[in-house]
């Protein structure tokens, strides 16, 4: 999902200008009395005082007075209590539902230089969400980044809620997607409820979610195999009269063929096909990943032939996942048939089908070729990367051919800046200790 520029903006605009409002400005527009920030300090009794520096006193906050009384001492105190302290008051304060005071202490929190963190930040995108201005907890995550803080499970969480009780589902899913795909944070089973509840809740109020959103849905079920609930939405679908398409069942194919449920990855396929809808190559590089999987290389070529018969053209990743699997049983002939047959369908390995090709060399003890091959490699235009690198030193290796290993090292075929899978860059110092530790990580599709 892109988030529009305008709304963000827009977000950015009001929490500044809602962070700058004074307390009692609040209290105009409530039933609440609230004092100003800056009105004389009140009397505070000797055991608030200890209550509030050491935290035990937050839980017997129930109104806007005690907590902006507490709130007062904790920045009259010096040294200022720490973080914890003033996450614990902010989140009494948006218990007892008072989200508008508990977003002007933050301001002033800051204003004040005490610094934030995941918690803190948390607790203000609640307070928004729980506001219904789930929009402005987009100015929040920005903030997170900003501050090099890292966005966690639980801000997800609250966010996405967020947006799922403002009727925001599409939004929901397509922030879902966003955290998924750029992996800013961990997905755990509680996100998907969190859509799942909000769905529901959707379905309520006679709003009806398209197919994008239950394919979302149904992926993020399927990654934690809960099979009983990916029905259950399935037929949720129908009864609404939204209809799986080729994208959804394709993931369905997948899913089943990476717990190796291949017969029914092979039953989906054929209800596709009663229903008019008609694999496409991604559904058929699942099946055929499925079968590598499982070592049945004879099955896989069978689906690369059907997918040739139904006049789709294969494409790389078909070729690659097959020639894996071949490398993987160390049938060396079949892959290099494969490899040769690529250009001739007028496609071309990429450095992936060259390091897995020689992945498959080394595990072969085939040390002469896989060398040829990176020469050919090199010669064809197709820059090594840290993967290949690790293969190819942690090949020659375990072959116990060291002093070929110490030959490409030392006649700087390794470049000086290597840049792995993530894009970082790494100096030449480091080289050796990350090619120890890649002696474990074998290149995999």
Request: hydrophobic share 40%; proline share 3%; charged share 20%.
């Given at each position: 999902?892109?988030?529009?520029?305008?709304?963000?903006?827009?977000?950015?605009?009001?929490?500044?200008?809602?962070?700058?409002?004074?307390?009692?400005?609040?209290?105009?527009?409530?039933?609440?009395?609230?004092?100003?920030?800056?009105?004389?300090?009140?009397?505070?009794?000797?055991?608030?005082?200890?209550?509030?520096?050491?935290?035990?006193?937050?839980?017997?906050?129930?109104?806007?007075?005690?907590?902006?009384?507490?709130?007062?001492?904790?920045?009259?105190?010096?040294?200022?209590?720490?973080?914890?302290?003033?996450?614990?008051?902010?989140?009494?304060?948006?218990?007892?539902?008072?989200?508008?005071?508990?977003?002007?202490?933050?301001?002033?929190?800051?204003?004040?230089?005490?610094?934030?963190?995941?918690?803190?930040?948390?607790?203000?995108?609640?307070?928004?969400?729980?506001?219904?201005?789930?929009?402005?907890?987009?100015?929040?995550?920005?903030?997170?980044?900003?501050?090099?803080?890292?966005?966690?499970?639980?801000?997800?969480?609250?966010?996405?809620?967020?947006?799922?009780?403002?009727?925001?589902?599409?939004?929901?899913?397509?922030?879902?997607?966003?955290?998924?795909?750029?992996?800013?944070?961990?997905?755990?089973?509680?996100?998907?409820?969190?859509?799942?509840?909000?769905?529901?809740?959707?379905?309520?109020?006679?709003?009806?979610?398209?197919?994008?959103?239950?394919?979302?849905?149904?992926?993020?079920?399927?990654?934690?195999?809960?099979?009983?609930?990916?029905?259950?939405?399935?037929?949720?679908?129908?009864?609404?009269?939204?209809?799986?398409?080729?994208?959804?069942?394709?993931?369905?194919?997948?899913?089943?063929?990476?717990?190796?449920?291949?017969?029914?990855?092979?039953?989906?396929?054929?209800?596709m096909i009663q229903r008019n809808v008609y694999p496409n190559v991604v559904?058929?590089?699942?099946?055929?990943?499925?079968?590598?999987?499982?070592?049945?290389?004879?099955?896989?070529?069978?689906?690369?032939?059907?997918?040739?018969?139904?006049?789709?053209?294969?494409?790389?990743?078909?070729?690659?996942?097959?020639?894996?699997?071949?490398?993987?049983?160390?049938?060396?002939?079949?892959?290099?048939?494969?490899?040769?047959?690529?250009?001739?369908?007028?496609?071309?390995?990429?450095?992936?089908?060259?390091?897995?090709?020689?992945?498959?060399?080394?595990?072969?003890?085939?040390?002469?070729?896989?060398?040829?091959?990176?020469?050919?490699?090199?010669?064809?235009?197709?820059?090594?990367?840290?993967?290949?690198?690790?293969?190819?030193?942690?090949?020659?290796?375990?072959?116990?051919?060291?002093?070929?290993?110490?030959?490409?090292?030392?006649?700087?075929?390794?470049?000086?800046?290597?840049?792995?899978?993530?894009?970082?860059?790494?100096?030449?110092?480091?080289?050796?200790?990350?090619?120890?530790?890649?002696?474990?990580?074998?290149?995999?599709?």
């Amino acid at each position: 999902m892109e988030f529009k520029r305008s709304a963000l903006s827009s977000s950015f605009s009001f929490f500044n200008k809602f962070s700058r409002r004074r307390i009692y400005s609040v209290a105009a527009s409530s039933s609440s009395s609230l004092r100003s920030f800056h009105s004389p300090p009140a009397l505070v009794s000797s055991s608030h005082r200890s209550s509030a520096h050491s935290g035990c006193g937050f839980y017997s906050v129930h109104d806007l007075d005690h907590a902006h009384e507490l709130f007062d001492q904790m920045l009259r105190a010096r040294p200022l209590p720490s973080i914890v302290q003033f996450t614990k008051l902010l989140s009494r304060v948006v218990k007892i539902k008072h989200y508008t005071a508990a977003v002007c202490f933050f301001k002033e929190m800051r204003v004040r230089g005490v610094p934030v963190d995941a918690h803190s930040l948390t607790i203000l995108i609640e307070a928004f969400c729980l506001s219904n201005r789930a929009e402005y907890g987009f100015c929040v995550l920005g903030m997170f980044f900003k501050c090099g803080i890292d966005f966690d499970t639980v801000a997800s969480n609250t966010l996405i809620k967020g947006l799922c009780l403002d009727n925001n589902i599409v939004e929901a899913v397509g922030l879902f997607k966003k955290l998924v795909r750029e992996d800013l944070c961990e997905v755990y089973n509680i996100t998907y409820n969190v859509l799942m509840n909000g769905l529901c809740k959707m379905t309520e109020r006679r709003v009806s979610p398209n197919i994008i959103t239950y394919t979302s849905l149904i992926q993020g079920l399927c990654s934690f195999c809960r099979w009983r609930d990916v029905t259950k939405l399935m037929n949720e679908m129908v009864r609404h009269n939204v209809y799986p398409n080729v994208c959804t069942f394709s993931i369905l194919v997948d899913a089943f063929c990476k717990e190796g449920k291949l017969k029914d990855a092979e039953a989906v396929i054929q209800i596709m096909i009663q229903r008019n809808v008609y694999p496409n190559v991604v559904t058929y590089n699942a099946l055929i990943e499925g079968y590598c999987l499982q070592g049945q290389m004879d099955d896989a070529r069978r689906a690369l032939g059907r997918m040739i018969d139904k006049g789709l053209q294969p494409d790389r990743m078909s070729y690659n996942t097959i020639i894996n699997g071949y490398c993987r049983r160390k049938e060396m002939d079949e892959a290099f048939h494969l490899f040769h047959e690529m250009p001739q369908k007028g496609l071309y390995p990429n450095v992936v089908t060259y390091t897995t090709m020689l992945q498959g060399l080394f595990l072969a003890g085939r040390c002469d070729d896989a060398l040829n091959l990176f020469q050919d490699m090199q010669l064809s235009g197709h820059a090594p990367n840290f993967h290949t690198y690790c293969v190819l030193l942690t090949g020659l290796c375990e072959n116990r051919h060291i002093e070929e290993a110490m030959s490409v090292y030392s006649n700087e075929t390794v470049p000086e800046v290597i840049v792995d899978s993530s894009n970082r860059h790494r100096p030449a110092s480091h080289k050796a200790k990350e090619m120890n530790q890649c002696r474990s990580d074998k290149w995999t599709l």
